[in-house]
């Protein structure tokens, strides 16, 4: 089945960027989104369509892609960043199937 | 504005059957697809499939496929998801979501699976 890969864990100082990756055979080709999901929390969309951010997200949040790989980059890290975030896309198949990369834990040391 | 509400908490024993629901409001529900998603206890998120509300028409993840069905009421504006044939390793937090640009998720619903 298809699969989306992110590293497990990224740490990063406050005031520092984060960037976090996200990779699959199909992301030249499909959208990415990215959700930020803290501790007892449902997930927050911070990114869609790769590039864009949601109404009242910061600016410090943004989406690059490069080929097959999609990036999530938190720049100016504070406290509050931290968190699981997840990258989801389709597998893009005639029939959209959604996915969910296994999701990276962000620590803010 | 766009809100999802979610039925409540389920305890279930194996082998039984659970359905949550999730009423939809602020939105034409027909226009958009409801996705079903779950997340055990310190896991990640798990993508169930989806349903065109439109239609009514499911699309399940193969490992899902025989016992996951997800139908829809149009009067009402709910999504269902009935998963059946309960193990231990059902137990999660369920959720519906309207994915997408707009990002809508239901507040969730736990369900535990326990002899």
Known sequence: SYELTQPPSVSVSPGQTARITCSGAALSKEFVYWYQQRPGQTPLLVIYEDTKRPSGIP??????????????????????????????????????????????RLTVL | ????????????????????SCLASGYNFSAHIIHWVRQARGQGLEYMGWINSKTGGPNYVQKFRGRVTMT??????????????????????YYCARLGKGGYWGQGTQVTVSS
């Open chain 2, 1 to 20: 504005q766009v809100r999802l509400l979610q039925s409540g908490a389920e305890v279930k024993t194996p082998g039984a059957s659970v359905k949550v």
């Open chain 1, 59 to 104: 600016e410090r949040f943004s989406g690059s892609t490069s080929g097959t790989t999609v990036t999530l980059a938190i720049s100016g890290v504070q406290a509050e960043d931290e968190a699981d975030y997840y990258c989801q896309s389709s597998d893009g198949a005639a029939t959209f199937q959604g996915v969910f990369g296994g999701g990276t």
């Open chain 2, 72 to 93: 829809r009421d149009t009067s009402t504006a709910t999504a269902y998801m009935e998963l059946s044939n309960l193990r231990s390793d059902d137990t999660a937090v």
